[in-house]
């Protein structure tokens, strides 16, 4: 577990998304994210995982909504000003998913320094160690990065595209 | 080769290779024939002329035996046999697995080569194809060949490469060969040249023992609009004889010429050039990739969808100039749309060809003699369903002559014709197409099929099951496996997958069949998939579509049903039994449902059954989006479309939704 993997694992620090969700600070690399945007009207899908409550039609195209906030066992704060629709592009084995995943707030795009970042504690916090590529510190807060694919993976059932050598990777 | 020219090349070859076996499959039937015989040979030739250029030696080479088979029947020095259309399908096998790229074991082209040549009864030697070449005379047949060529001067605009052709010929004579470059005595001053035009001539010295059609063949796309002189070479031209090999920069980059109009070039390009990779394709069609109809259908989509958003706003408008371009956009969109679904159609008989060359492998494989009668080839579907169909088609005649028919000898003795027919058929009805594969074999028996169902835990031993339900087992995956195939009297050999394709399509199979007369598999699809028409119902606060091919009809809700509260019942309606899904329930929406509901009879897996909704709102054009991965594991919405107003609305599977939500119902119903 070196500084060198941690780099590797997470590219670009310099260009993170910062966002809350359940009360926590989280950033995913802005490669994935395609816009943000206000929350659309939502058509809901019965039948459907909590996880992924509805559809939007985003510029012509209908993608699912993501919230990955049951997952974690986070509580879902309603909708009010703050809440945004982070539409994120994601490669998965069978080629690449548009989604729209719920951010309570989207607050902005962050560098971070590679020799703070941590692994995510093994004992004690909400997020399984797959989830989260590493713990950086951003303006006083701990900033946990999201691993999107292997959370869509391990959670959601979406086959990813990884091999199990850089999963092994990118678990730290 | 670029990727382009390949593409090009491998969608010619396609054409040729499809025309090639037609033409092999028809002298079957018709040995008779001579225009099939000349239209084999043509696309022979073709294939190894092209082939040659674009870099497939060895099927060039194969090719070359092949053709001079057949140029022994059109010369009428043999004729069409049995033996002579087995090898000859045998070596179109070898093509079309060259072409792919494969590289199977070389005994194969000599073992076929030889059995060609035993099946024509000649030692064959290549003969002069299409123009004879005239006879050279005065010079001795052991001179070299003195070529002089002026090729066409816009050969290099169209994409032709004389670099490459001289290379060709080089090549053919071993490198034993000698180029030299004339200018032209009436080129233009060099300031007014084109560097994209040819003013050079050449005059080319070729061994002796080069064959002279091979020569002729580097130049065949080209001959019509080019001069050609062949010759021996008259005693004691040898003087410029040299090793050289024609540089290609200098002759291009350099030219020397004759003005474009100079009555020494040939004529004005025509109808000629590429003469010889038109033939046997109708005229006026052209090839597109499906990627790019894919396209134009998205964006038609994209206009439907635009349009109605459009006429929803403005419904909020009071302006009459508007509604009148609001009507005039919707009638060309729909103008539109029927014409790229028109582009998108394609006939069954695309792909019959192979079921044609099915037939006659299989009646070698198992014995069995029968006539295989196509019918209704002409019946298009889009062409994605098409492709998607040729491998259950397959399953399903295979299926056919191996289980259903009798050998030759039980029909005899069943008092039946001794060839068995196995009938493929296909008609519109509707907005669906019906495909069925007929055969007048031993047919289906029901007892056993439902003793086997018994047996693999299918269905519950007391069960009353209709004739159709019991057909219909045969497609349930883990019905039957191949070994338990041959000794039941059905089939079944994964016919699952089979079922599994065709409800991918949105589609669905329905089977008949008459003990001891034979069986029916009827495949019912639609016309297409990427637009469908649409019947809007609003469930709770949310609007859905039902295909409205499924669509049976409309019903109000009976009253005294309106306190029912079950998801699934089965309901008295004029006078018939219909189970019924109350979608409220099985979309989970909270609240009782209003008054004056509305059964939409939609039928299901050869059911009819009744979807209650909230209200119905109207049939819409509906484009289909696909749903991700997170909701099509649902298996109950086929997909998402966006209304005028933008939001989204779901399709509803209604095969899935009734089998998902109401299967163990109507089994607790047959097993009581």
Same mark, same amino acid.
């Given at each position: 577990m070196n500084a060198i993997t941690q780099i590797k694992a997470v590219p670009n620090l310099d260009n993170m998304v910062s966002f809350m969700m359940g009360g926590e600070v989280l950033a995913l690399p802005s490669s994935v994210i395609r816009e943000i945007i206000e929350p659309p009207h939502i058509t809901p899908v019965p039948l459907a995982d909590i996880h992924s409550p509805g559809l939007i039609n985003n510029r012509g195209n209908v993608i699912p909504i993501t919230d990955l906030r049951p997952v974690f066992g986070m509580v879902q704060k309603p909708f009010d000003l703050d809440t945004r629709i982070m539409v994120i592009e994601i490669e998965m084995a069978e080629g690449p998913m548009v989604v729209g995943l719920i951010a309570e707030k989207v607050d902005a795009v962050i560098s971070l320094d590679p020799a703070m970042l941590r692994p995510v504690a093994a004992v004690g916090s909400r997020w399984p160690a797959a989830s989260v590529a590493g713990v950086g510190r951003w303006d006083g807060h701990f900033v946990h990065i999201l691993n999107i694919e292997r959370i869509f993976e391990d959670h959601l059932g979406i086959p990813g595209s990884l091999n199990d050598c850089e999963k092994i990777k990118t678990t730290l | 080769m670029d990727q382009e020219t390949e593409e090009v090349f491998r969608q010619e070859a396609e054409s040729l290779i499809e025309s090639l076996q037609a033409g092999l499959l028809d002298l079957k039937r018709d040995p008779e024939n001579m225009e099939v015989v000349s239209q084999v040979f043509r696309d022979l030739h073709t294939i190894k002329g092209t082939g040659a250029m674009f870099g497939f030696q060895r099927l060039a080479d194969f090719v070359h035996d092949f053709e001079a088979a057949f140029e022994g029947v059109r010369s009428g020095t043999t004729s069409i046999t049995d033996d002579l259309i087995d090898v000859s399908l045998k070596a179109y096998d070898l093509i079309v697995s060259l072409l792919e790229g494969d590289a199977p074991d070389p005994q194969v082209d000599a073992d076929l080569k030889r059995a060609l040549k035993a099946a024509t009864g000649a030692e064959v030697a290549m003969p002069n194809s299409e123009e004879p070449a005239p006879?050279? !005379?005065?010079?001795?047949?052991?001179?070299?060949?003195?070529?002089?060529?002026?090729?066409?001067?816009?050969?290099?605009?169209?994409?032709?490469?004389?670099?490459?052709?001289?290379?060709?010929?080089?090549?053919?004579?071993?490198?034993?060969?000698?180029? $030299?470059?004339?200018?032209?005595?009436?080129?233009?001053?060099?300031?007014?040249?084109?560097? !994209?035009?040819?003013?050079?001539?050449?005059?080319?010295?070729?061994?002796?023992?080069?064959?002279?059609?091979?020569?002729?063949?580097?130049?065949?796309?080209?001959?019509?609009?080019?001069?050609?002189?062949l010759m021996r070479v008259p005693e004691s031209v040898d003087a410029a004889r040299t090793d050289a090999v024609a540089p290609a920069a200098p002759f291009v980059a350099a030219?020397?010429?004759?003005?474009?109009?100079?009555?020494?070039?040939?004529?004005?390009?025509?109808?000629? $050039?590429?003469?010889?990779?038109?033939?046997?394709?109708?005229?006026?069609?052209?090839?597109?990739?499906?990627?790019?109809?894919?396209?134009?259908?998205?964006?038609?989509?994209?206009?439907?969808?635009?349009?109605?958003?459009?006429?929803?706003?403005?419904?909020?408008?009071?302006s009459l100039e508007l509604r009148e371009m609001v009507e005039t956009i919707k009638r060309l969109a729909l103008g539109l749309r029927h014409t790229t679904m028109a582009i998108r159609l394609s006939p069954l008989s695309s792909i019959t060809g192979k079921f044609h060359r099915l037939a006659h492998d299989l009646s070698g494989k198992t014995g069995k003699k029968f006539d295989l009668i196509i019918e209704g080839e002409d019946t298009e579907l889009d062409k994605s369903v098409i492709d998607a169909l040729t491998d259950p088609l397959v399953h399903i005649l295979r299926n056919a002559v191996d289980h259903?028919?009798?050998?030759?000898?039980?029909? %005899?003795?069943?008092?039946?014709?001794?060839?068995?027919?196995?009938?493929?058929?296909?008609?519109?009805?509707?907005?669906?197409?019906?495909? !069925?594969?007929t055969d007048d074999g031993k047919g289906l028996n029901p007892d056993f099929i439902k003793e086997r169902a018994v047996a693999r835990g299918l269905v519950e031993p007391g069960a009353t099951l209709s004739r159709n339900e019991i057909f219909a087992l045969l497609l349930e995956p883990g019905f039957s496996t191949a070994e338990t195939v041959t000794d039941l009297s059905g089939r079944g050999v994964g016919t699952d997958v089979v079922k599994n394709t065709v409800e991918g399509l949105r589609g669905s199979i329905y089977i008949d069949s008459e003990l001891g007369r034979g069986a029916t598999f009827t495949l019912r699809l639609p016309l297409t998939l990427a637009i469908i028409e649409g019947l809007m119902i609003q469930v709770g606060t949310e609007r859905y579509t039902v295909p409205l091919s499924a669509v049976e009809g409309i019903v109000e809700l009976p009253e005294k049903l309106e306190a029912v509260t079950e998801m699934c019942s089965v309901v008295e309606l004029d006078d018939n039994l219909v189970s019924i899904l109350r979608l409220r329930k099985a979309f989970? %929406?909270?609240?009782?449902?209003?008054?004056?509901? $509305?059964?939409?009879?939609?039928?299901?897996?050869?059911?009819q059954v009744g979807l209650v909704a909230d209200r119905i709102i109207g049939s819409f054009q509906t484009v289909i989006k696909q749903l991700s991965p997170l909701h099509t594991r649902l298996n109950v919405f086929s997909g998402a479309t966006i209304l005028g107003d933008g939001t989204v609305a779901l399709i509803v599977d209604v095969a899935q939704i009734v089998r998902s939500q109401n299967i163990e119902n109507s089994q607790k119903r047959r097993v009581a």
């Amino acid at each position: 577990m070196n500084a060198i993997t941690q780099i590797k694992a997470v590219p670009n620090l310099d260009n993170m998304v910062s966002f809350m969700m359940g009360g926590e600070v989280l950033a995913l690399p802005s490669s994935v994210i395609r816009e943000i945007i206000e929350p659309p009207h939502i058509t809901p899908v019965p039948l459907a995982d909590i996880h992924s409550p509805g559809l939007i039609n985003n510029r012509g195209n209908v993608i699912p909504i993501t919230d990955l906030r049951p997952v974690f066992g986070m509580v879902q704060k309603p909708f009010d000003l703050d809440t945004r629709i982070m539409v994120i592009e994601i490669e998965m084995a069978e080629g690449p998913m548009v989604v729209g995943l719920i951010a309570e707030k989207v607050d902005a795009v962050i560098s971070l320094d590679p020799a703070m970042l941590r692994p995510v504690a093994a004992v004690g916090s909400r997020w399984p160690a797959a989830s989260v590529a590493g713990v950086g510190r951003w303006d006083g807060h701990f900033v946990h990065i999201l691993n999107i694919e292997r959370i869509f993976e391990d959670h959601l059932g979406i086959p990813g595209s990884l091999n199990d050598c850089e999963k092994i990777k990118t678990t730290l | 080769m670029d990727q382009e020219t390949e593409e090009v090349f491998r969608q010619e070859a396609e054409s040729l290779i499809e025309s090639l076996q037609a033409g092999l499959l028809d002298l079957k039937r018709d040995p008779e024939n001579m225009e099939v015989v000349s239209q084999v040979f043509r696309d022979l030739h073709t294939i190894k002329g092209t082939g040659a250029m674009f870099g497939f030696q060895r099927l060039a080479d194969f090719v070359h035996d092949f053709e001079a088979a057949f140029e022994g029947v059109r010369s009428g020095t043999t004729s069409i046999t049995d033996d002579l259309i087995d090898v000859s399908l045998k070596a179109y096998d070898l093509i079309v697995s060259l072409l792919e790229g494969d590289a199977p074991d070389p005994q194969v082209d000599a073992d076929l080569k030889r059995a060609l040549k035993a099946a024509t009864g000649a030692e064959v030697a290549m003969p002069n194809s299409e123009e004879p070449a005239p006879t050279v !005379s005065g010079a001795p047949l052991g001179a070299p060949w003195l070529l002089k060529i002026s090729l066409p001067d816009d050969l290099i605009e169209i994409g032709g490469n004389p670099v490459a052709l001289i290379n060709e010929l080089i090549e053919l004579g071993n490198n034993d060969v000698s180029v $030299k470059a004339r200018v032209g005595e009436t080129s233009p001053v060099f300031s007014e040249m084109n560097p !994209s035009k040819i003013y050079l001539a050449w005059e080319i010295e070729l061994p002796a023992e080069t064959g002279e059609q091979d020569i002729r063949d580097v130049f065949m796309f080209h001959e019509g609009r080019m001069t050609l002189d062949l010759m021996r070479v008259p005693e004691s031209v040898d003087a410029a004889r040299t090793d050289a090999v024609a540089p290609a920069a200098p002759f291009v980059a350099a030219p020397a010429a004759t003005p474009a109009d100079n009555a020494q070039k040939p004529q004005s390009a025509g109808p000629d $050039k590429k003469r010889g990779a038109t033939a046997g394709r109708t005229k006026g069609q052209m090839r597109v990739p499906s990627e790019r109809l894919d396209d134009i259908m998205d964006r038609v989509g994209e206009l439907v969808i635009a349009e109605s958003r459009l006429a929803t706003l403005s419904s909020k408008i009071d302006s009459l100039e508007l509604r009148e371009m609001v009507e005039t956009i919707k009638r060309l969109a729909l103008g539109l749309r029927h014409t790229t679904m028109a582009i998108r159609l394609s006939p069954l008989s695309s792909i019959t060809g192979k079921f044609h060359r099915l037939a006659h492998d299989l009646s070698g494989k198992t014995g069995k003699k029968f006539d295989l009668i196509i019918e209704g080839e002409d019946t298009e579907l889009d062409k994605s369903v098409i492709d998607a169909l040729t491998d259950p088609l397959v399953h399903i005649l295979r299926n056919a002559v191996d289980h259903g028919l009798e050998s030759n000898a039980d029909r %005899v003795a069943a008092g039946k014709p001794e060839r068995g027919t196995v009938t493929l058929s296909a008609r519109h009805s509707g907005a669906d197409v019906l495909i !069925s594969v007929t055969d007048d074999g031993k047919g289906l028996n029901p007892d056993f099929i439902k003793e086997r169902a018994v047996a693999r835990g299918l269905v519950e031993p007391g069960a009353t099951l209709s004739r159709n339900e019991i057909f219909a087992l045969l497609l349930e995956p883990g019905f039957s496996t191949a070994e338990t195939v041959t000794d039941l009297s059905g089939r079944g050999v994964g016919t699952d997958v089979v079922k599994n394709t065709v409800e991918g399509l949105r589609g669905s199979i329905y089977i008949d069949s008459e003990l001891g007369r034979g069986a029916t598999f009827t495949l019912r699809l639609p016309l297409t998939l990427a637009i469908i028409e649409g019947l809007m119902i609003q469930v709770g606060t949310e609007r859905y579509t039902v295909p409205l091919s499924a669509v049976e009809g409309i019903v109000e809700l009976p009253e005294k049903l309106e306190a029912v509260t079950e998801m699934c019942s089965v309901v008295e309606l004029d006078d018939n039994l219909v189970s019924i899904l109350r979608l409220r329930k099985a979309f989970g %929406v909270p609240g009782d449902a209003p008054r004056h509901s $509305k059964i939409v009879l939609v039928r299901a897996n050869d059911e009819q059954v009744g979807l209650v909704a909230d209200r119905i709102i109207g049939s819409f054009q509906t484009v289909i989006k696909q749903l991700s991965p997170l909701h099509t594991r649902l298996n109950v919405f086929s997909g998402a479309t966006i209304l005028g107003d933008g939001t989204v609305a779901l399709i509803v599977d209604v095969a899935q939704i009734v089998r998902s939500q109401n299967i163990e119902n109507s089994q607790k119903r047959r097993v009581a």
